[in-house]
């Protein structure tokens, strides 16, 4: 009995995210924005903090944290505060954060992701997690180790860069369903313009609180799990820690609350001392920033007020793009396609593009156009670790293909094959592969009643059955003729020639 009690552990995961603002400056100055610029060549008097200095709050941001807050289904807040957020560190020479520790700029929201599921992974299974806030605030600057000269340099090109961060309840079970999270969010923020969302370059960076119970009792203890850089490292480390947790209890042991750190080349987590210890923040009001006040609209904008100068909530939401699920739906509506094909478009970068550029130039069906993309394309791409921008088959190369078959010049076996010719040598269109390896169907009706002919003398057992009603035997003719001729006889031709030479 005592494994059954173990079986039922669960694992209960929340996250943390730290979304960079795409904005051209920071939060609270106007040094630029940049990735990999030379270290502490974009640091204002005000990032370095040098005394006198004061925060100047970029509209930009705001309107960043609100639009994503409307995607998300948050309620604003028309009143924000910031606080400061005591610790110290190198890479923070103020020795505070400005963030929003108690009234963030937005609340109580909803982030709506699917997963794959079913037997067959092809039912797609709606889930929600809760957005607990939004919340903006300043970025540290990052700290270089010189373990040789045992030394640490400083880089503040970062510090006070501008973050959202989002804090989501612990809604979730397991790595995919956090992955799949993440991924919808990095999808939203791109659609919005207010994050790359590039997780290399640290644009979204992911924590991950993680903990286990049975269903029905309270939470166990839970870890926190930082250093993880990729949405597939994000599911292996939450998965990873949850066996982990249910390990160390099944031996009977006790969960620590600790951070760990995820190591991608061994695949596991790993305790990280610099936590020790509960830290006290110090938490206070930032006193050199008045509160933030948002506009429901234009009508309740005081007297005197410069529409420029304010952020208006309602000329954001009209402003709002269409969002990834919408985005979904408009295609299941439009090409008749699977909601699963949907998946597959949206989410990998730049498919939708290639696919409607394919269905512009080709009379094939959006259903069969969508089986090329997802699994001949696709499959290739993803075998050479390659993005769609990369693929050497371009959309018109691919449409002049389909329409080949289409118009019955090429079978479907041959088309897979003049695909395969394609890839392996970019910019020979499929009429040049077909013409030189000689590929066409062949519709020379002379040469297929020769063929023909060739194939009914050689098997009068079959020709006797089929003209005893057994017209089943007509398809084994068939399948010799194409073998005669590489796949390549037009099938409608050849089935009407038999039926004549067999009757």
Request: charged share 25%; glycine share 6%.
């Amino acid at each position: 009995g005592q494994n059954k009690v173990f079986r039922q552990l669960v694992g209960v995961v929340g996250l943390e995210i730290h979304a960079q603002i795409n904005s051209s400056t920071k939060l609270f100055s106007g040094a630029p924005v940049r990735f990999s610029a030379p270290p502490n060549s974009l640091v204002s008097f005000f990032d370095a903090s040098l005394p006198g200095t004061l925060p100047v709050l970029n509209k930009r941001c705001v309107e960043a944290a609100v639009m994503t807050g409307l995607a998300l289904n948050c309620a604003i807040n028309r009143k924000s505060l910031f606080d400061r957020k005591h610790y110290f560190y190198a890479d923070l020479p103020a020795g505070y954060q400005i963030t929003q520790q108690r009234l963030p700029i937005a609340v109580d929201g909803v982030l709506t992701y699917s997963l794959l599921g079913g037997k067959k992974r092809n039912q797609v299974m709606r889930k929600n997690v809760t957005i607990k806030q939004i919340q903006l605030e300043q970025d540290s600057g990052k700290s270089l180790h010189d373990d040789v000269r045992s030394q640490t340099l400083i880089d503040l090109n970062r510090a006070g860069v501008g973050l959202m961060e989002l804090v989501m309840e612990p809604d979730m079970s397991c790595g995919e369903e956090a992955a799949a999270a993440v991924r919808e969010l990095q999808l939203i923020l791109q659609a919005l313009g207010t994050c790359q969302g590039n997780m290399s370059e640290g644009q979204l960076r992911v924590d991950a609180n993680v903990s286990v119970h049975r269903p029905g009792e309270p939470l166990g203890v839970r870890t926190e799990v930082k250093n993880i850089n990729s949405i597939r490292y994000l599911a292996r480390a939450i998965d990873y820690e949850i066996q982990r947790q249910i390990d160390v209890l099944q031996r009977g042991g006790t969960v620590q609350n600790e951070t760990r750190a995820y190591d991608s080349k061994s695949g596991e987590t790993l305790p990280m001392r610099d936590k020790e210890g509960l830290q006290d923040y110090r938490f206070m009001p930032e006193p050199n920033l008045p509160p933030l006040i948002l506009y429901e609209d234009n009508a309740s904008l005081p007297t005197g007020i410069d529409a420029c100068q304010v952020v208006v909530v309602q000329k954001i939401k009209e402003g709002l793009p269409e969002l990834p699920s919408v985005k979904r739906d408009r295609l299941v509506q439009t090409y008749g396609i699977l909601p699963e094909h949907s998946f597959t478009l949206v989410n990998e970068d730049g498919l939708v593009d290639y696919f409607e550029a394919v269905l512009k130039t080709t009379k094939k069906e959006p259903r069969k156009v969508i089986g090329w993309v997802t699994n001949e394309l696709l499959g290739h791409l993803k075998q050479e670790d390659m993005s769609v921008c990369q693929s050497p088959i371009s959309p018109s190369a691919l449409a002049e293909l389909l329409e080949l078959q289409e118009t019955g010049h090429i079978s479907s076996s041959v088309a897979k094959q003049v695909f395969q010719k394609m890839w392996r040598s970019p910019g020979k269109t499929a009429l040049q592969i077909t013409q030189e390896q000689d590929l066409g169907l062949v519709s020379d009706t002379a040469q297929l009643h020769s063929i023909c002919q060739k194939v009914v003398d050689s098997h009068p057992d079959e020709v006797h059955a089929i003209r005893s009603g057994n017209k089943k035997v007509l398809n084994k003719l068939m399948g010799l003729v194409q073998k005669e001729t590489k796949g390549r006889a037009d099938p409608v031709l050849v089935r009407a020639i038999l039926q004549k030479k067999t009757s």
